[in-house]
C-alpha cells in the first residue's frame, strides 16, 4: 500500500456559519454553511466533510451541493446520533466545525460529452444531488441526462420543490418511483429496478451513477449490465460507516480499501470482486 501523505487541511476545522436551516422531513434539516471571509470549501460533487459540534463529537456528512453554488455550501442531515441531533438544535448564525473535504468525488471530467444515468434510492439522493447541480449548472457540457429516484413513500421524496423543477426541464428525463403509494401519488409504483428497463441508452457512452441502500446496489448493477453498460462507466458511491475520514481508524475498511480516502465514489469495476464491497 502506497504511503499516504496527509496535508494541513486534514486537521484543519474551520469555523462554518450557519446561513439557513430549514426542515425536508421530521427527520431532516437542510442547512447552507457559509466560511470565515468568504472562504470558498472547493469541494468536488460527491465529496463529504467532517462536522463537528463542541462537547458533542464529529461526523461524516455528505456535501450535497455543486461547487457552482458559490461561497456556501450545503449539508442534509438526518437526526440519527448524538452528534446530529446536537446539530438539529442549532439556529441560523449557529456555528460547528468543518473539516475536508474529504475522498474522492465523481470523475465529472470523465463524463463530459457523455449520456449519464443518475439513479438514487431514499437517501442516495442527498449526495447525488451535488452532482444533478452540478450538471445542470453545466447542461451543455453533457449528453441526454435522466435521473431516477426511488422512495419508500411520496413522504420521504426529499427536496420536493427542487425536484419538480428538474422535472419540468426539457433536457432532463426525470422519474420517480415508490414502493408504496398513497392515493394522491400519480406517478410510478415499483422498485427502482423497473424504471431502468425502460430507458433507451446508447451503452458505449453512457455513464450510469448509483446511490443508496447497500441492498439496492446488486439489482441495479444487474439490469444496467443487461443494458451491456461496461464495467468501468457504471459509477457507485459507498458510505461505510466513515468516521475519521483520513483511512487511520479502519471502520470504512473495505479489504485494502478505505472509502473515505479510495473512495467514497468508485468504478464498478474497481469492487466487483470485492465479495462485501456490493
Not at 92 to 109: K, N, Q, W
Not at 146 to 152: D, F, H, P, V
Not at 178 to 199: M, N, Q, Y
Not at 217 to 239: A, N
Request: glycine share 10%; charged share 25%; proline share 6%.
Amino acid at each position: 500500500m502506497n504511503r499516504q501523505i496527509l496535508n494541513s487541511s486534514h486537521f484543519s476545522v474551520e469555523r462554518g456559519v450557519i446561513v439557513k436551516a430549514r426542515e425536508l422531513s421530521p427527520h431532516d434539516k437542510l442547512f447552507e454553511i457559509a466560511l470565515p471571509e468568504g472562504k470558498r470549501l472547493h469541494h468536488d460533487p460527491g465529496q463529504f466533510v467532517e462536522v463537528s459540534v463542541f462537547g458533542a463529537g464529529e461526523a461524516p456528512i455528505s456535501v450535497c451541493s455543486s461547487p457552482t453554488q458559490g461561497d456556501t455550501f450545503d449539508l442534509c442531515i438526518r437526526d440519527v446520533g448524538r452528534v446530529t441531533h446536537t446539530i438539529h438544535t442549532l439556529r441560523e448564525g449557529d456555528t460547528l466545525g468543518v473539516r475536508g473535504p474529504f475522498g474522492r468525488g465523481f470523475p465529472v471530467r470523465l463524463f463530459e460529452g457523455n449520456d449519464l444515468v443518475l439513479i438514487a434510492g431514499g437517501l442516495g439522493i442527498v449526495p447525488l444531488r451535488s452532482l444533478v447541480q452540478y450538471v445542470i449548472s453545466n447542461r451543455r457540457d453533457f449528453g441526454k441526462v435522466s435521473i431516477l429516484l426511488g422512495c419508500k413513500t411520496p413522504e420521504d421524496v426529499l427536496f420536493g420543490d427542487e425536484i419538480e423543477q428538474w422535472n419540468k426541464r426539457i433536457d432532463v428525463h426525470f422519474v420517480c418511483t415508490v414502493d408504496k403509494a398513497d392515493p394522491e401519488w400519480c406517478g410510478h409504483v415499483g422498485v427502482i429496478t423497473s424504471l431502468i428497463p425502460e430507458e433507451m441508452l446508447i451503452p458505449e457512452r453512457t455513464f450510469a451513477v448509483i446511490v443508496g441502500p447497500p441492498v439496492m446496489y446488486k439489482y441495479v448493477i444487474g439490469e444496467l449490465l443487461k443494458k451491456h453498460i461496461p464495467d468501468r462507466q457504471i459509477i457507485v458511491s459507498l458510505e461505510r460507516h466513515m468516521k475519521c475520514g483520513m483511512g487511520r481508524c479502519g471502520h470504512c475498511q473495505i479489504e485494502n480499501l478505505y472509502c473515505c480516502c479510495d473512495g467514497p465514489v468508485f468504478h464498478y469495476d474497481e469492487i466487483k470482486h470485492i465479495e462485501e464491497a456490493i
